[in-house]
């Protein structure tokens, strides 16, 4: 009799790891995830440059935008990845903090795993001190008064100090408030910002940055239709149309059998006063300027280059909808219903300019417009790309305090802060859990640490001292100037964060410790049929893991 067979559970092309290895696994996977954005905190951060697969080039020390390029194989990497996706979705700004966090809350429980503790005594620790670190950064916030330009305006400047853009510092910070204020709308009682639908970043290569601005109106990127009708309008009356100005085609395919050459005629003539019955519906509101998503019949613009009305066609619907909310007009969408009250006149100014070697209709001067499109100037493509990117960690800045107005000290001050009240509070705590809760503490000192080490200072030096700055009563606000790498009071340097945005992070970043600390299995299997592709990348194995 031969010994016993080992039996097969899982099918042959399974790869299974368990137990140790994978946790290991995944916290290194972590960790390198984290150290590739390292760099890019703080005022002196360090830019990443990245090849897409097409080809193109993105230049940036945006954490999400490093990260959505980088192509990688792990499954833990891959989480870590969504959560700066989610971080830039939710509160715009943080993307790379909330990496680097996680990425330490894992490392530093690497340690108690390697000494045989449960990972739910860990996860059970580490969920008490969330609940902690909420509750102590509610303590520390500090309300803010929205209408506080200058404090506002500081407050965007320490969101765009750490981007490429911290040149233009103080142009870019008034844009980004201009604009949120522009798009900010209040309907009984419930604020509604939304920067994306409503402030419309247009990119123009050329000029200068300084050149920059924010318009009080809308930007279409058209031309008139017909040449000879008119380039600047004063106080236009503005109709918007969703529907096509050209003769009707049926909607299914219609056959018609012509036997008298008068038919014909007679025919060609109803497209004829088809169009006509259309334009006269227009010209009974009397606009200055049409303007349509859909297209416009030659015959359709003779009449209204006639009645000294210009065109605009196949403008997109999201350009539409802004429109109508800056110059107050309504999108139609059959002629034959226009009413005077669907016509837009808050707006003071139409013209068509020439910039570089495009047309540009410039809808401007309104009065208290409700969106708004900002004007980017820049040399190169990557470049206005950068400064589109850091505007939008502006503008969602911008928008997180006005929806909360509640502020936090920046420069690692809030973290210093809270991890010094979790370790006073661990003194307390009796059992195994204290020394996992005490390691959060620890975790969150990375961010004061990566700001030291990017500026080049003396790690250890700066961070005892800031501890020991940190246990003397009300320096709270105490961090690290990430230009020079010394001590510095925040409330002096005016460095300060949304409330909202801190939060996210750490629940963001704890969160995602949590979930990558309870895997212990990694099953990764091929299907049949796709076998032979499987098999090819496995012969020759991927460069290391990124």
Same mark, same amino acid.
């Given at each position: 009799m031969m010994g016993p067979r080992p039996v097969l559970v899982l099918s042959q092309n399974i790869k299974r790891e368990s137990g140790r290895k994978v946790q290991t696994g995944n916290i290194t996977a972590a960790k390198t995830i984290a150290d590739i954005i390292r760099t890019c905190l703080g005022p002196r951060a360090m830019m990443k440059m990245l090849l897409d697969p097409m080809g193109g080039i993105v230049m940036t020390n945006d954490g999400n935008a490093i990260l959505r390029e980088i192509q990688v194989q792990h499954p833990a990497a891959k989480s870590m990845i969504e959560i700066s996706r989610t971080q830039d979705e939710e509160v715009g700004d943080g993307t790379t903090s909330v990496i680097i966090l996680a990425g330490e809350m894992l490392s530093v429980a690497e340690h108690f795993l390697e000494q045989q503790m449960h990972p739910t005594v860990i996860i059970g620790a580490y969920r008490k001190a969330l609940d902690d670190m909420i509750s102590i950064l509610k303590k520390i916030g500090t309300p803010v008064d929205v209408n506080n330009k200058e404090m506002m305006l500081k407050i965007?400047?320490?969101?765009?100090?750490?981007?490429?853009?911290?040149?233009?510092?103080?142009?870019?910070?008034s844009i980004a408030l201009d604009a949120v204020k522009t798009v900010e709308f209040e309907e009984n009682g419930r604020k509604e910002i939304d920067i994306k639908?409503?402030?419309?970043?247009?990119?123009?290569?050329?000029?200068?940055? #300084?050149?920059?601005? /924010?318009?009080?109106?809308?930007?279409?990127?058209?031309?008139?239709?017909?040449?000879?009708?008119?380039?600047l309008i004063k106080n236009p009356r503005i109709v918007l149309l969703d529907c096509s100005l050209e003769y009707k085609k049926g909607e299914s395919q219609t056959d018609i059998e012509i036997t008298r050459e008068e038919d014909f005629a007679r025919i060609l003539q109803m497209e004829e006063e088809y169009i006509q019955q259309i334009c006269e519906d227009l010209m009974r509101v009397k606009p200055d300027l049409v303007i349509t998503e859909k297209g416009i019949s030659d015959l359709a613009q003779h009449y209204l280059m006639r009645a000294n009305i210009t065109a605009i066609r196949r403008v997109r619907k999201t350009d539409n909808n802004r429109i109508a909310r800056a110059c107050?007009?309504?999108?139609?969408?059959?002629?034959?219903?226009?009413?005077?009250?669907? /016509?837009?006149?808050?707006?003071?100014?139409?013209?068509?300019?020439?910039?570089?070697?495009?047309?540009?209709?410039?809808?401007?001067?309104?009065?208290?417009?409700?969106?708004?499109?900002?004007?980017?100037?820049?040399?190169?493509?990557?470049?206005?790309? #950068?400064?589109?990117?850091?505007?939008?960690?502006?503008?969602?800045?911008?928008?997180?305090?006005?929806?909360?107005?509640?502020?936090?000290?920046?420069?690692?001050?809030?973290?210093?802060?809270?991890?010094?009240?979790?370790?006073?509070?661990?003194?307390?705590?009796?059992?195994? #859990?204290?020394?996992?809760?005490?390691?959060?503490?620890?975790?969150?000192?990375?961010?004061?640490?990566?700001?030291?080490?990017?500026?080049?200072?003396?790690?250890?030096?700066?961070?005892?001292?800031?501890?020991?700055?940190?246990t003397q009563e009300g320096s709270q606000t105490w961090g690290v100037n990430g230009e020079t790498g010394a001590l510095v009071d925040m409330k002096e340097l005016g460095i300060w964060e949304p409330l909202a945005v801190k939060l996210q992070t750490y629940k963001t970043a704890v969160e995602t410790a949590v979930l990558l600390l309870r895997i212990d299995d990694i099953v990764s299997g091929h299907k049949k049929k796709g076998e032979d592709q499987s098999k090819q990348p496995a012969a020759a194995p991927e460069p290391a893991q990124e």
């Open positions: 965007i400047k320490s969101a765009i100090n750490t981007k490429a853009i911290n040149r233009w510092s103080d142009l870019a910070c639908k409503y402030a419309k970043v247009e990119k123009i290569p050329g000029g200068f940055s #300084e050149d920059s601005c /924010v318009l009080r109106g809308i930007m279409v990127n058209k031309d008139v239709t017909h040449p000879r009708m008119r380039r107050g007009a309504r999108i139609v969408s059959r002629t034959d219903e226009l009413r005077e009250e669907d /016509v837009g006149t808050r707006a003071g100014l139409f013209e068509v300019k020439k910039i570089g070697d495009e047309y540009f209709a410039f809808i401007t001067d309104c009065k208290e417009p409700k969106a708004c499109t900002i004007i980017l100037r820049g040399a190169s493509k990557e470049i206005l790309a #950068e400064v589109e990117r850091n505007l939008q960690d502006a503008m969602q800045v911008c928008r997180n305090v006005l929806i909360d107005p509640q502020l936090v000290p920046g420069g690692g001050a809030t973290e210093m802060a809270v991890a010094h009240a979790l370790t006073e509070k661990s003194k307390g705590m009796t059992g195994v #859990e204290q020394w996992p809760y005490r390691a959060v503490a620890q975790a969150l000192e990375v961010i004061p640490r990566t700001l030291i080490q990017n500026c080049g200072a003396s790690t250890i030096r700066v961070l005892t001292s800031l501890r020991a700055k940190h």
